[in-house]
């Protein structure tokens, strides 16, 4: 599942499926379903989280909907508990995501090299949606910005981190996602923040002289991120913002069910300048229509409890390599599910779901293995 994770999505499944399957004959052989479940610090979050969307049920527009959404957050978490229970150590985590990397090694030169230089392709998405690719594309692209900065290596180390910080940067630029742009901005200027402040203006600096020095195409990309009067993605997105605060305002407490924007935005709160209808185009807008004050709620405490989780531990953790992993991670769920966030419903999407939680394993196997070998400060 970890090669295939940025290379194809049936991949990915069939990946999940298998290790799903293996882990349940473990459990069932040695009778052990309670290993490393039992004291998890996200075991509440996510249980308060499932029962707000189970509260949405109540009064639904379609139940069948409500199953559909409800099955794939559940997948999610049954992802990132195979992975504390079945990954023993911090090593075979280190691993595991080294093969993520490579597999989006892979698709990037596939892009970026196939899509956009021989096929002339002009926004470039690998196996996937644009903007799934995108986000994946951020995710991994915070992790070589750490490590590139921070870690200390030799000169075959600066050099495959600065290879794949170009690589994955150029795919991100024709890839044409202005919310991972924001969503790496956004984390990047984080990351710094808490790391070392003095990289800030030169992070900036970086940012401004790309785009000033990328292609005209690209320019008027960045430009039609403030455009609210020509650019129909952004009208696009307003009416569907403007639609799940009509939806809240009438559901105002458990919403009109998960799963159901598009069916209760089409039937009725469509607004002018609509072109997809399928979610809010934003996490929050849309828990705040489909599942109301409650649902939202439940929402943005499984985010706060992930992200302070992390940041407790970025900052007691001593050893250096996996201090970087723990930062990293931290700044990837902000960057994709709080900024991205903000211009895509993308906490229920399988590519990045699967992605984010998987990852979101690999830290807690290693923040409990420092623990538990005391390699921590007290």
Known sequence: MAFSSALSIAGSSIGLGLAFLGYLTKAVITRDFNSGIKNNYFNLPILIFLLTILISFIGTYNLEESIDGLEDYILFFILYYMIITTVKDAKLADKLFKTGLLSMTIASIYALGWQKYYLGIRRIKANYMALDFGALLLIYLIFVIVYLVWLRKDLKGIIGYSILAILFTLTLLYNQTRGAWLGLIGAGFLVFWIRDKRWIPIFLLIIVLLGLCTPQVIQNRIKSIIDIEHSRSNLGRIALWKGSILMFRDNPINGVGIGNFQEVYDTSYTQPNTTSSSHAHNNFFNFLAETGIIGLSGFI?????????????????????????ILFSFAMVFGVYVIQGMTEYNFYKSVIGRTTWFLLGLSTVIINRLIQGNNIKE
């Open 301 to 325: 405490y499984l985010l706060y409890s992930i992200l302070i989780y992390l940041y407790r531990s970025y900052c007691k953790v001593n050893d250096e390599y996996y201090k970087l992993f």
